[in-house]
């Protein structure tokens, strides 16, 4: 049997249980909507458009954070690798701000930024930066000696030394720290479009909450949920096991 006919009837033993509990349990819509109910709420959803919108939205503010984080993470990760001052100050410093939740800061937002796209853009750079930050410097960290060695050797340095030997052999950890700092983003996105304006599938969930619809809510889960899975297996895990098959690691 293939993973994928397994997933198959994983998913299809799920909806089936779903759907009997919430016809049976006897508990009003709005709590526990059936299956069938959820799907015809996301069908009409996606038809009128109003779930394409909302998804375009925070796909978009998503796509810029998380470039943004990544750049960010990158450069202050090779600052720590290269430099002790930076690693014992920055990189300390760094460590304290990862652990902090990133939603923490929309308070901070709002009051430089007002309630808008760039108050949610800023926390989604947030929640990403940091757990780069800190995987980019533990990729460069881990380089082996003996290629930088042999490097040298050959006489590489400077910015050639670093896009020839240090990047390229980084590469694999940081593809795990890009499948770390994504999920980050997307719950720095859902938080702050939770709390803010302007659209986008958090506010559609502060929506369904609002009337009770449970039924809306969950369609946006599930459309979460998708997304996720869709990046996480098409994206990142084809990227990782190119980069894998390229070291000769698979």
């Known amino acids: 049997m ?13 909806a089936v249980i779903w759907e009997a509990t919430s016809r049976l349990s006897g508990l009003p819509a709005f709590m526990f909507p059936s299956l069938s109910q959820v799907l015809t709420t996301l069908f009409h959803g996606i ?20 470039a943004i984080a990544i750049s960010l993470g990158v450069f202050l990760g090779y600052l720590i690798w290269r430099f002790k001052l930076v690693e014992d100050t920055l990189g300390f410093l760094v460590t304290a701000l990862q652990s902090i939740p990133s939603i923490v800061w929309f308070p901070l937002a709002i009051i430089w930024f007002g309630l ?53 052999a980084s590469v694999p950890q940081m593809i795990s720290g890009l499948r770390i700092a994504w999920a980050f983003s997307w719950r720095a996105l859902m938080a ?14 502060e929506m369904g909450r609002s009337l009770g619809q449970m039924d809306l809510v969950i369609s946006v889960m599930i459309i979460i949920g998708v997304i ?4 996480d297996n098409i994206v990142f895990m084809r990227l990782e096991k190119s980069v894998q098959r390229k070291w000769g690691l698979n």
Do not use: C
Request: hydrophobic share 50%.
């Open 192 to 205: 702050g479009e939770l709390l803010g304006a302007g659209g986008g599938l958090g506010q559609m969930l």
């Open 2 to 14: 293939t993973t994928a006919l397994r997933r198959i009837i994983f998913i299809a033993i799920i």
């Open 47 to 66: 038809v009128d458009g109003q779930i394409l919108v909302a998804v375009f939205k925070s796909l978009s503010r998503l796509l810029i954070g998380f």
């Open 116 to 168: 808008n796209d760039i108050s949610i853009l800023f926390i989604v750079t947030i929640g990403a930066t940091w757990t780069m930050t800190v995987s980019a410097a533990s990729g460069f960290k881990n380089v082996p000696t003996l290629y930088q060695r042999v490097a040298k050797t050959f006489g590489s340095k400077g910015f050639h030394f670093v896009r020839t030997v240090i990047l390229p």
């Open 228 to 231: 996720g899975t869709i990046m």
